[in-house]
């Protein structure tokens, strides 16, 4: 597929054509203040960008018809969650209007769907400034009249999140990693992958230890997970233990952990360890892994038995073991004799994050049992 791509900005516009993730051309196309002057709003720019933009492609040999969609940059408009957007008349109508604020980027959509329209193909967006994925808490300001608005920008700090956890991944090659994860640490322009596996489970710890009360818990789960396993299994599995680490680091009891799990998630935890055993299989799915992975947390007895008896489970031991592991933490706390043992094998860049990361948590005063 071949995409034409466009970001206008205070004093340019920049376009670039990728086939598939592949950048063929890019090009920045400059504004002069005596230009943009003349213009007293900011949609009154559009018909002259526009030219500029045909201008610039049909220099570099393409023409409107050589495409099969447009893509812009989001702007100022209602909020909405990341993603990606195809460019309606409402958006239209509001990058028209500006009910939410004038600036350059409102005609990234707007500008793509002119173009598009030119030659029937279909416009987008991607990820807007508007971006709101904050919890409902963070929207208060402390009075009642006013309510925080989310402004920042999603497609930047998305991007980066992506590169660092490339950046972090490629640095230990060798270790393990999944077929369709080991592929995505390497690739130009990473994206979820629809996966329903249970490595969204077994990473997800710190966003219960981050959050402050359940809904912020699995909210952070979610964003976790759709960095990669975007699929309704895989983010439910990773919100499941979330929620369960949540509840058993805030003082809940087994009883109301299970209970909670299996009314939100739906998971079956009727089964015993002993039923499980003669027909648990290597598996990578959420589906059956977080399961199995709670029953073993709620029949242990102390850390070390609870990472014992996810492994004598078989099948994924090393992902059950890591989930179990992570509510037994949050319930019982790590034996000290463990703990030393296991900061001796940590090479110095990875203690030192985990430094960092237990001194984040004492600041807050949110990890008494770490």
Not at 128 to 148: I, K
Not at 233 to 254: M, N, P, V, Y
Not at 334 to 362: D, G, M, N, T
Request: hydrophobic content about 40%.
């Amino acid at each position: 597929m071949k995409i034409l791509v466009i970001n206008p900005g205070a004093t340019s516009t920049k376009i670039a054509v990728f086939q598939d993730e592949e950048q063929l051309y890019k090009l920045t196309i400059d504004h002069s203040a005596e230009e943009l002057d003349r213009f007293e709003r900011v949609i009154d720019q559009a018909d002259y960008r526009r030219e500029a933009i045909l201008s610039a492609i049909t220099s570099a040999g393409y023409l409107l018809s050589d495409f099969d969609a447009v893509c812009g940059r989001g702007g100022l408009y209602r909020a909405i969650p990341s993603g990606t957007y195809a460019v309606n008349d409402r958006v239209m109508r509001d990058v028209e209007a500006a009910p939410y604020g004038e600036h350059p980027s409102n005609l990234g959509a707007y500008l793509a769907k002119q173009l598009g329209d030119t030659v029937g193909i279909p416009a987008f967006f991607v990820d807007p400034v508007c971006v709101d994925e904050m919890t409902e808490v963070a929207h208060f300001t402390g009075f009642a009249e006013f309510r925080r608005r989310c402004l920042f920008h999603a497609l930047n700090h998305k991007s980066i999140g992506r590169k660092a956890a490339q950046q972090l991944g490629r640095a230990y090659p060798d270790r393990g990693y999944g077929t369709h994860f080991g592929g995505w640490l390497y690739e130009d322009a990473p994206q979820p992958y629809q996966s329903y596996g249970n490595g969204s489970a077994m990473r997800v710890s710190s966003a219960a230890w981050l959050a402050t009360d359940m809904a912020e818990t699995l909210h952070l789960a979610r964003l976790t997970a759709e960095v990669t396993h975007d699929h309704p299994e895989g983010i439910k599995g990773a919100q499941a233990t979330a929620a369960a680490i949540f509840l058993a680091r805030t003082g809940h009891d087994k009883a109301e952990i299970k209970a909670y799990t299996e009314c939100e998630f739906g998971y079956d935890l009727s089964r015993s360890c002993d039923e499980i055993r003669p027909t648990c299989h290597h598996v990578e799915s959420c589906q059956e892994t977080v399961p199995q992975a709670i029953i073993a947390f709620l029949e242990s007895t102390d850390f070390e038995d609870a990472l014992r008896t996810a492994v004598s489970l078989g099948g994924d031991s090393d992902t059950l073991a890591a989930i179990t592991g992570s509510i037994a933490e949050a319930f019982y706390g790590v034996p000290e004799e463990l703990r030393h043992e296991c900061r001796k094998r940590l090479i110095p860049e990875l203690a030192e994050i985990l430094r960092q990361w237990e001194s984040a948590l004492y600041n807050e005063k949110i990890c008494g049992k770490i």
